[in-house]
């Protein structure tokens, strides 16, 4: 079975990238002394701090294998402008709403799902807010389908 693209950022691959160097030369050799540091402890079957090490250590290494995967099948998107050098809504774009319903206002960045951080204003676009705008230009009124109640957004801003 072919592997799921992983539609990243430059920004969000570089993290990626980064998390991974920092788990191998940092927190494996730290995993590393805290197994030294429990096996002293003595008898194995009934340490607790042996444990909790093994289970860290595996944790990591999960995390590390996931991160292998997400890198390699990475796919940096950069492109925010449309044919005509007009913007529009597009992978890595910061955008300006104005939500119709209720008329306030929005900006977050389009990412990736792996990416996806709303809090931080990081907006997967793969939601239904994301995959309504995209292609939008300022000024444009969108309809949110996929949602319980379709609402309108207006496009204010659009930034690469």
């Known amino acids: 079975m072919a ?3 992983n539609y990243v950022t430059q920004e969000g691959y570089d993290a990626l990238v980064k998390e991974q160097y920092h788990l191998i030369h940092t927190v494996r050799n730290e995993v ?11 008898d194995l079957s009934e340490n607790a701090d042996y444990d909790a090490a093994r289970d860290h250590q595996a944790r990591v290494e999960a995390r590390i294998q996931e991160l292998e995967a997400m890198i390699k099948n ?11 050098g007009e913007l529009t809504v597009k992978f890595g ?23 996806a951080d709303p809090l931080n204003g990081k907006l997967s676009n793969a939601t239904p807010m994301g995959e309504s705008i995209m292609g939008a230009k300022v000024g444009d009124v969108v309809t949110i389908h996929h949602v319980e109640e379709p609402y309108e957004v207006k496009i204010l801003e659009i930034r690469k």
């Open 3 to 5: 592997e799921e693209k």
């Open 93 to 115: 774009a910061t955008v300006k709403i104005l939500d119709l319903s209720d008329n306030t206002e929005m900006e977050f960045q389009i990412v990736g799902s792996q990416e």
């Open 74 to 84: 990475a796919v940096i998107v950069k492109d925010t402008e449309g044919a005509s």
């Open 32 to 42: 590393i002394v805290e197994l030294q540091e429990a096996r002293a402890q003595g």
